[in-house]
Every structure is written in structure tokens, then in C-alpha cells.
């Protein structure tokens, strides 16, 4: 079983910071790493799919970069509607784990 | 526009059967092409793959609840289920459903969510 470790935990941003959340996988995993956005209430979003492609309709503000255990999600010039929990996915192999997710506050 | 919805009982006693059903709309389940997945996310915790359903290649369990979980489809209705055994506190989580698109292989993770269910496990 794969190991995702997500850092931060919390992190609390300014509008039009850049803020980097990272995830770390206990095997290689090639870039098999999906990213997703969960507001309170909500439904997860899709945000980011084989840990660089940009899922159709978000915002070019959210990317993705990574490849083997270390990945990363990067929101450039955050704003007030980016503050949600992400949490990454792998699916390169059964069973399918997740990290333990990163809660972004805007301050 | 595909939407999933989670239904079922928001609490089950232990050592009963937890029974939540997903109603897919916008998508028909044994169309092809995807996974219908369970995951849920325990108190204070990140979340948790259950299993999945795929309509030729069969069903998949994680090895922590295996014997304890089936899913299944009903094709009539356009919905899939989840059934836990013998629950105890410690399933007390929100539950989402989840379609999972396939790869060559295995999956590509979820693309579409429901927005789960809290379900309390509690006497």
C-alpha cells in the first residue's frame, strides 16, 4: 500500500500570495497523483490529474508539478474563493490512497 | 453533467449492517469506461478508498474492511451500493461515492463526486 504524506496541515494565505502544498509518496508512483478541492459541505472538485495537467475549467492558477514520490500543488495568486481543503490521490496502485489533506484559510 | 447522491440511514448501532446507496444521474453505470467507487473520511482524519465497482471487470476491496464490505450495482435504477458489516465506532465517517474513470490497467481516480453522508455510528 502506498503512503501519501501531505504538508502542511494548515496554512493560512494572503490574496495574491503563491502557496505550495506538498505530498509525498512512500513508493514511486510514477505521476499516477490527482489533486482535489473540498469546500465545507461540498462535493470534492477535480483539479489537477496526473500530477501536471490542469483538469478543464479550473483556473490557470492552480498547477501541478512532480513525478516519482515528491509532488506538489501550487496556487499562484490566491484569492478569498481558493480557501477549501485539497488533498492528493494516488491511483497508480489497489488499494487507492489519499493524503491527509491541507485546510487553506485567506486571511 | 454527471451527479452522484448518497442516501441511506445517518445512524446504524454497532454490530449492525451500514447501508448507503449512491444515485448516479447523467451517466448510465454499466455504460463502461468507469469505476463506482466508496471512500470515507473518519473524524479528524484524511480520507479512506472503500472499493469499487466496474461493470466487466468486478469488484475491488481495500484489505483493512475486506469481509466486511460488498458493493454492488442495480442497473434498473442507476445506482450502486455500499453494505458494511458489524460496524462499530470507529466506522463513524462521511461516506462519499465517487465515479473512478479506467485505465489500460487499473484507474485513473475519481472525476466526479457526490457530497457525502455523515453516518454515525452510536447505540
Known amino acids: 500500500e502506498t503512503t501519501l504524506t501531505q504538508s502542511p496541515a494548515f496554512m493560512s494565505a494572503t490574496p495574491g500570495d503563491t502557496v505550495d502544498i506538498s505530498c509525498k509518496a512512500s513508493q514511486d508512483i510514477d505521476d499516477d497523483v490527482n489533486w482535489y478541492q473540498q469546500k465545507p459541505g461540498e462535493a470534492p472538485i477535480f483539479i489537477i490529474e496526473e500530477a501536471t495537467t490542469l483538469v478543464p475549467g479550473i483556473p490557470p492558477r492552480f498547477s501541478g508539478s512532480g513525478y516519482g514520490t515528491d509532488f506538489t500543488l501550487t496556487i499562484n495568486n490566491i484569492e478569498s474563493e481558493d480557501a477549501a481543503y485539497y488533498f492528493c490521490?494516488?491511483?497508480?496502485?489497489?488499494?487507492?490512497?489519499f493524503g491527509g489533506g491541507t485546510k487553506v484559510e485567506i486571511k | 453533467q454527471v451527479q452522484l447522491q448518497e442516501s441511506g440511514p445517518g445512524l446504524v448501532k454497532p454490530s449492525q449492517t451500514l447501508s448507503l446507496t449512491c444515485t448516479v444521474s447523467g451517466y448510465s453505470i454499466n455504460s463502461g469506461g468507469y469505476y463506482w467507487s466508496w471512500s470515507r473520511q473518519l473524524p479528524g482524519k484524511g480520507l479512506e478508498w472503500i472499493g469499487s465497482i466496474h461493470y466487466t471487470r468486478g469488484t475491488y476491496y481495500t484489505p483493512s474492511l475486506k469481509g466486511r464490505v460488498t458493493i454492488s450495482g442495480d442497473t434498473s435504477k442507476n445506482q450502486f451500493s455500499l453494505k458494511l458489516t458489524s460496524v462499530t465506532a470507529a466506522d463513524t465517517a462521511i461516506y462519499y461515492c465517487?465515479?473512478?474513470?479506467?485505465?489500460?490497467?487499473?484507474?485513473?481516480?475519481?472525476?466526479?463526486w457526490g457530497q457525502g453522508t455523515t453516518v454515525t455510528v452510536s447505540s
Open positions: 490521490l494516488q491511483h497508480d496502485n489497489f488499494p487507492l490512497t
Open positions: 465517487a465515479r473512478e474513470r479506467n485505465s489500460v490497467m487499473g484507474t485513473y481516480g475519481m472525476d466526479v
